[in-house]
């Protein structure tokens, strides 16, 4: 049983997110819970006491917060009746992120799936605010972020982009591996670089590793010129090779974390027509440092 979590704004993009997720698991016995969060803003007043003004704002964003809930659950039961699948639903007084990550703890999440929007009138970034605060402070599930106008295609092109200089462990890419074994996918493990040269022995000790993770699956190994940044190479890349689905693993110096830091405005010229699967780093709580008896022969 997997638990996959959904924070929702009721929005286009929130829902369509709901829907992807819906459609791609849809042989998979799982829980959705939906998240819907809410801090009133309160408004300094001379002439009314604040605890009781706060109250009320408090009360009505609650009330809110539920129906709306209550109002997509009944939506997807009516669109995406599925005997595999069961629902929750929480509306909490918090931040979107505490809530995720208490959510995560006491549900055993496994995934977090949440639909991408521009910021401020923007339309050009390919994250919105939430989501990027998600990517940069969730560290412990994958999340999966879904374009605005993206419908579900069957992934059976993924992209994991790599630049080889991590060691990854099995239970980084196991989700990536899990993905493509389940629907026959091809992976392309792409490698951007400025300048085109040969791996060094540390880089082709990792590609090797990966080779081994993705043994079974049809895999091959792109070195493509950077074209002004890492993302506009990626999204270009992921246009001409329709490709379905984009990997990427954040951790430090890594491609994800790059672009996450990069300002919005300037750089986000990456806006990608395809779902994005941010894969948290697992190496620094076990697998890097104590890796199983499987890695260490891969290793060897």
């Given at each position: ?7 929702t ?52 964003s ?94 059976q092109?993924?992209?994991?982009a ?13 989700p ?96 990608t ?9 697992l ?18």
């Amino acid at each position: 049983m997997k638990h996959i979590l959904l924070p929702t704004d009721f929005s286009k993009n929130s829902w369509n997110a709901i829907a992807y997720i819906l459609e791609l698991l849809e042989k998979e016995e799982c829980t959705f819970h939906l998240l819907n969060t809410y801090t009133p803003v309160i408004p300094n007043s001379r002439f009314m006491a604040s605890s009781f003004q706060g109250k009320a704002l408090e009360d009505g964003s609650k009330e809110n917060s539920l129906k709306g809930l209550k109002d997509f659950l009944e939506r997807i039961r009516k669109t995406y009746s599925n005997k595999y699948h069961t629902f929750k639903i929480r509306s909490s007084f918090n931040l979107l992120v505490e809530e995720i990550r208490n959510m995560i703890e006491e549900e055993g999440i496994d995934l977090i799936v949440t639909g991408t929007k521009g910021a401020s009138g923007i339309e050009e970034v390919f994250l919105g605010s939430n989501t990027v605060r998600i990517i940069k402070a969730i560290k412990e599930c994958p999340i999966l972020t879904i374009p605005r106008n993206f419908k579900y295609v069957k992934p059976q092109e993924i992209v994991f982009a790599t630049d080889f200089k991590r060691y990854y462990s099995n239970s980084e890419v196991a989700p990536l591996v899990e993905l493509a074994k389940s629907f026959k996918a091809t992976i392309r493990i792409v490698y951007v670089q400025d300048q085109i040269k040969a791996l060094t022995e540390i880089q082709q000790f990792n590609l090797n590793i990966l080779r081994k993770y993705f043994k079974g699956i049809d895999h091959y190994v792109h070195t493509v010129s950077e074209l002004n940044t890492v993302s506009k190479t990626l999204e270009v890349f992921a246009d001409e090779l329709d490709i379905h689905l984009l990997a990427m693993l954040n951790y430090q110096h890594s491609y994800m974390e790059r672009m996450t830091r990069e300002p919005v405005v300037k750089s986000m010229a990456f806006h990608t027509q395809v779902p994005l699967l941010v894969i948290p780093e697992l190496g620094m709580n076990g697998p890097k440092h104590s890796r199983s008896k499987k890695e260490l022969q891969l290793a060897k």
